[in-house]
């Protein structure tokens, strides 16, 4: 059974930093790529951040551009988020989803498997 675990969310103060982890089991990361997703209470999902397993090129969404880094760990099936310099409207569930292999990273629909999420809340 394909599965995908998110950790390493948590309460953070505005500046700080945490990184997330993505599990993935029941099939081998390297034949495609991940996203990280994450969707605010009320708001719609938002892509995150897409890593390409074959070369790890990442690709990210402009409201995290400069602050966190996508990468993966082949032989752990692991891909992170490494998040710094959080701020309050970073505040939301993060997910992490199996590239179906489309053209598009940056739509939900661009994805087949997901991850349950884990919450990241930003402040004081």
């Known amino acids: 059974q394909v599965q995908l675990m998110e950790s390493g969310g948590g309460l953070v103060q505005p500046g700080g930093s945490l990184r997330l982890t993505c599990l993935a089991s029941?099939?081998?990361?390297?034949?495609?790529?991940s996203g990280w997703f994450r969707q605010a209470s009320g708001k719609e999902r938002e892509f995150v951040a897409f890593?390409?397993?074959?070369?790890?090129?990442?690709y990210y969404g402009d409201s995290v551009k400069g602050r966190f880094t996508i990468s993966r760990d082949n032989a752990k099936n692991t891909v992170y988020l490494q998040m710094n310099n959080l701020k309050p409207e970073d505040t939301a569930v993060y997910y992490c989803?199996?590239?179906?292999?489309?053209?598009?990273?940056?739509?939900?629909?661009?994805?087949?498997?997901w991850g349950q999420g884990t919450e990241v809340t930003v402040s004081t």
């Open positions: 989803a199996r590239w179906a292999g489309d053209s598009t990273v940056v739509y939900d629909t661009d994805y087949d498997v």
């Open positions: 029941g099939w081998t990361f390297n034949t495609a790529g």
């Open positions: 890593i390409n397993w074959h070369d790890g090129s990442p």
